[in-house]
């Protein structure tokens, strides 16, 4: 399976994260297809080949305040679905740590 991204969004997701300080939480919102490849030989011997993406077109970036889940691992479905747009699916959860800053030591 591949995942694919576009540029700006990915550019998007560098930008908020080398803007921020401390961890960074989030969500990645797209779709999944699957695309099946049938090639013939010329032995008439027919391969059948899935293929599957995961396009993600939009993330959304937690706050410190509200996280997405608690200690016990449990999801809070309502932030999950107040946050996700119209027509999309959650395909991942992501998590940052901070960035250590270059002559700094942790």
């Known amino acids: 399976m591949a995942a694919v991204i576009s540029g700006t969004v990915l550019a998007s ?7 921020i300080k401390g961890e960074l939480e989030g969500l990645l919102f797209g779709k999944v297809t699957q695309r099946v490849k049938d090639t013939i030989s010329d032995s008439q ?11 993600i077109y ?14 016990a691992c449990q999801i809070d479905t309502q932030l999950v679905r107040g946050v996700t747009p119209e027509g999309s699916q ?5 998590f940052c ?8 030591i942790a």
């Open 58 to 71: 939009s993330y959304y970036k937690g706050d410190k305040t509200r996280k997405f889940h608690d200690r």
């Open 13 to 19: 997701l560098f930008f908020d994260h080398a803007d």
């Open 97 to 104: 740590p901070p960035l250590k800053k270059k002559g700094h």
């Open 90 to 94: 959650v395909r991942y959860w992501f």
């Open 45 to 55: 011997i027919n391969n059948y080949e899935v293929e599957t993406k995961t396009y």
